[in-house]
């Protein structure tokens, strides 16, 4: 099966490292020299300048420019698709109907780590895909389907912007062991085991409990653990998936 995505940015060459496993993959971008080093990078992948009466019948087409450019790119496309999945944050599938022909939709919401084919990515749309749909993106990752665009939305504060919202927490926890005297790199290198250690315990173990058994009376973790509670810091993370869900929505609303 081929696989068209049209856009070239960061999240397509992300998407197209995974995908290439398994699928025939084509990039359309409208510029050719950014299409070139592209396929530099992952030599496999097909390459082809956006044209201005772009041909889609018949495709698998992986939407993956940014939502502003939806109404100016869907205006160069001509025929029908099969499939259109689109990675757009915010971007209703009714938005991707009224200006996109295909014969099915998918909205899809990967993260930055389908780079190294480990994304969290949430899939809705068209049930009659569903199955195809979980089959695809599982190459770049896990794939879980929900039955909401609402949940997509949400799904895209807390997996699409998470990866970010977590670098603020290893970033600050690499400069707490600095400030303290460690160096850069032994910091950062254990800020890194930490975080792939904690996501392996994390399978099997609520975070409460993990907590918990760290936890010592009296101790070191306890004394970090009530400073975080000064800052508030859980109550911003609920904010900030609050934040990240509502823009979505005004995304959406465009
Ligand atoms: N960066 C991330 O972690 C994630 C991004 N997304 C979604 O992925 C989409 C792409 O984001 P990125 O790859 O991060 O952005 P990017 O800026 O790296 O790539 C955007 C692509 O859209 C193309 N584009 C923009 N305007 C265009 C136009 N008028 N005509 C033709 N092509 C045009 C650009 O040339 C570029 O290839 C966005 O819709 C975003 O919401 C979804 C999940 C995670
Ligand atoms: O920040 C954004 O809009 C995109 C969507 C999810 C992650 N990055």
Same mark, same amino acid.
């Given at each position: ?23 025939e993959v ?11 080093? #592209? ?15 772009e ?20 205006? *160069? ?19 991707? *109907? ?8 998918? *909205? ?7 780079? #190294? ?10 049930k ?6 979980h ?8 794939? #879980? ?38 160096? *850069? ?62 823009k ?7």
């Open positions: 099966m081929k696989l068209t995505l049209i856009g070239n940015g960061f999240m397509a060459q992300a998407l197209a490292k995974g995908l290439i496993k398994k699928f084509e990039i359309i971008g409208r510029d050719i020299n950014k299409l070139k080093k #592209v396929k530099e990078l992952i030599p496999a992948i097909e390459i082809k300048e956006l044209e201005d009466a041909d889609i019948n018949g495709k698998n087409v992986i939407f993956c420019v940014k939502p502003y450019a939806l109404q100016s790119v869907a205006a *160069r496309l001509e025929g029908e698709a099969n499939i259109l999945f689109s990675i757009l944050a915010g971007t209703s599938l009714e938005s991707l *109907r009224k200006q996109i022909k295909s014969k099915y939709y998918v *909205r899809v919401m990967p993260n930055v780590a389908a780079s #190294v084919s480990k994304s969290a990515t949430t899939l809705t749309g068209d009659e895909v569903k199955k195809l749909a089959e695809i993106f599982e190459y770049i990752g896990k794939a #879980v389907w929900v039955d909401t665009e609402k949940e997509l939305d949400i799904a895209t504060a807390v997996a699409g912007s998470g990866p970010a919202f977590l670098c603020l927490i290893a970033e600050a926890l690499s400069d707490g062991a600095v400030k303290a005297g460690l160096n *850069r790199k032994i910091s950062n290198e254990l800020v890194q085991g930490l975080f792939e250690g904690y996501a392996k315990l994390l399978e099997n173990n609520h975070p409460a409990i993990i907590k918990d058994s760290v936890m010592s009376p009296g101790g070191t973790t306890a004394a970090g653990v009530a400073k975080i509670e000064e800052g508030a810091v859980r109550s911003h993370m609920i904010k900030a998936i609050e934040a990240a869900h509502n979505a929505v005004e995304i959406g609303k465009k």
